[in-house]
């Protein structure tokens, strides 16, 4: 594992193409995934779970359920990326996978979106280890060489929307109360170009100049006339319409999809590689400023003062 850690992205020959493979680099991996627990069947089935994520892989189909149990909101800190990005290293090398479910373990939440404490009071050194873990994250589902399929059975907003729309498909809860979009203009915050290239790919240059400029949040049914979600299903047949629709998706012959992913996503990734350095400047720089902060607090002081 640690040789795996280390080894930073490259790319994989396959035919006359290459193929995408992130490596997960925090440098404080080892110690987190020491705490996992794991156990593999004779069938080749596995289970592992760490602090925050909970994977289950079935040997005999090749679907992962990658289930986020970070409580109480599956907010994605800098451990939670961390353990995700491991997590879904492993089985992209595991080739007993061929394809991962993404989705959440808490009740009405799939993820928060990005642990807003881990951008509030900090230091500049610290912000910018979470922003290199954010790209992680990012770089790995986006340029994932399996199938990645998003479960999303509760609230999705910002951060979590992100990993949903990097994935290859999203099913969602048809729960009213849920919602889903890029509401960081609403915390004062501006989305990076990687987060509206996604959103651009996923539902078109205009719904997406609206989404930022608002921050909209949409509900299961406005997500799925956008297209920002693929599918609404009753809550309780979120999963298993997940594992129907991968199952479609194994059909497919491996190199021919990842093939077809690659050259519609190599790109985006490629632009990110090339300037993971100064949009991480621009992050602490963008982070740290007075009002940005003053904006953050106020945020969070208003999610506390809701629940009261
Ligand atoms: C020019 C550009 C250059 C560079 C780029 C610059 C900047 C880009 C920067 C950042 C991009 C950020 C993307 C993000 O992901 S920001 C996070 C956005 N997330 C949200 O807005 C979600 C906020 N939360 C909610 O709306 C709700 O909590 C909920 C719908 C998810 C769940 O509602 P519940 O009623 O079930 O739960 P709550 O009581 O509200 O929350 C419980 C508990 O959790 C705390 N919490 C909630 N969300 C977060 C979070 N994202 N991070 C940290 N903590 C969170 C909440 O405060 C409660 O805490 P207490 O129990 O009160 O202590």
New binding site residues.
Partial sequence: MAAVLRRGFRLVSFGSSQLLCGGCKHGRTSSLSICSTSSRNSSSSSSSSSSHVKVDLDGSTGIAVVKFQSS??N??SLDFLTELCISLEKLELDRSCRGVILTSALP??FS??????E?YGKNPEHYAEFWKSVQEIWLKVYGYSKIAIAAING?S????CLVSMACDYRIMADDPRY?IGL??A??G????FW?KDTMVNTVGFRTTELSLQFGLMYSPSDALKIGLVDQVVPEENVLSTATETITKWLAIPDHAREISKSMMRKPMVDRLLASRES?IK??VN??TKDSIQKSLGF??NS??Q??A
């Fill in positions: 109480p909101v907010s994605m009405k939440i928060a979106g990005l642990d807003i404490t951008m609230s907003p910002a951060g979590g919602r509401n960081e609403q915390l915050i501006v989305a990076p987060f949009d621009n992050f963008f982070i945020y969070m999610l506390k809701r629940k």
